[in-house]
């Protein structure tokens, strides 16, 4: 069953392109309304997190911003209709890529469901309003900063530029019991190996309190974790909020849900070389 049914006025937005003999997991091409996230961000409040101050030693100078208000609740909503009616409401079990495109079912790492959804109309639009936080400015342009790219580009004396933000969303949704256990993002690179990412975005797309008699959640924080696992640093979910942190050196995790459900949709920030 779909998370959220699915207001009128997207159903009208929903434009079904069914191959000739249905596939369960071609996805449906699905637009946007029109106007869908026009306008700047609705109540834009930004922290920076302070690895050093909170308690991760090991991470001091390391990059991740809370961004609160980027997106309302209504708008949260849609995106989750929108990604189901994409997948014809079927959230799939989140698996872990094994190389050669092969990927494998592993509950022991990550225990959630799924929905992979390309929208590069999204990721463009949401770009536009995460970009409005003052903090967001100074990775727009990444020189001389080794923990976030590496020694490689460093001693090189690359320039890396934003491009845009992997249309690629991955929608996750954890119910009681399910977690994404400790890891650190992998940087994707494109085929043609132009572009990469150097950082990972997470907005959260539900509140703690469960709408309409459903159960309110419990867990399920994004949490820092330090080396050996003793210290962390926890970021709630809210609805509307945005997490941005740099993929290389952050050990992090989904804290297991108790009880309701979380919901949230990550994806990369994407770079190229500068000439
Ligand atoms: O859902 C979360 O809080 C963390 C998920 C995560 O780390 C990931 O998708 O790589």
Redesign the pocket.
């Known amino acids: 069953m779909p998370t959220r049914s699915v207001p009128a006025e997207i159903r009208k937005a929903i434009h079904a392109r069914r191959p000739k003999s249905p596939v369960a997991s071609v996805p449906k091409v699905v637009h946007l309304p029109k106007r869908f996230l026009d306008g700047p961000a609705p109540n834009l409040e930004q922290r920076e997190i302070d690895f050093k101050e909170e308690g991760l030693t090991e991470y001091a100078g390391h990059w991740a911003v809370v961004l609160d208000g980027v997106l309302t609740e209504e708008e949260c909503d849609q995106i989750v209709a929108l990604a189901e009616a994409s997948a014809d409401g079927k959230w799939e079990r989140a698996m872990v890529n094994v190389g050669g495109g092969q990927q494998m079912l592993y509950e022991d790492t ?1 225990k ?1 469901g799924r929905i992979i959804w390309d929208n590069h109309e999204l990721a463009k639009r949401l770009w536009k309003r995460v970009e409005q936080a003052p903090a967001v400015s100074k990775i727009q342009r990444l020189e001389k900063w080794a923990s976030v790219t590496g020694y490689g580009p460093w001693k090189r004396d690359e320039v890396w530029k934003m491009t845009r933000l992997n249309e690629r969303l ?1 929608l ?1 949704k ?1 119910t009681g019991g399910e977690y ?1 256990k400790v ?1 650190q ?1 992998g940087i994707y690179e494109t085929v043609d190996k132009k572009e990469r990412s150097y950082f ?1 975005l ?1 907005l959260y797309l539900n509140n703690a309190e469960g709408k309409n008699g459903e159960e309110s959640l419990k867990g ?4 820092f974790d330090s080396h050996n696992m003793h210290r962390r640093i926890e970021v709630v ?1 809210k609805v509307g909020r945005v997490l941005l942190f740099q993929q290389r050196g952050l050990l ?4 297991d849900v108790i009880s309701g459900t ?1 919901l ?1 949709m ?1 994806t990369d920030i994407m770079f190229a070389k500068e000439d």
């Open positions: 990550r959630c991955r996750l954890y994404f890891h993002d990972t997470h399920g924080a994004t949490t979910p992090h995790s989904g804290d979380k949230t990550r």
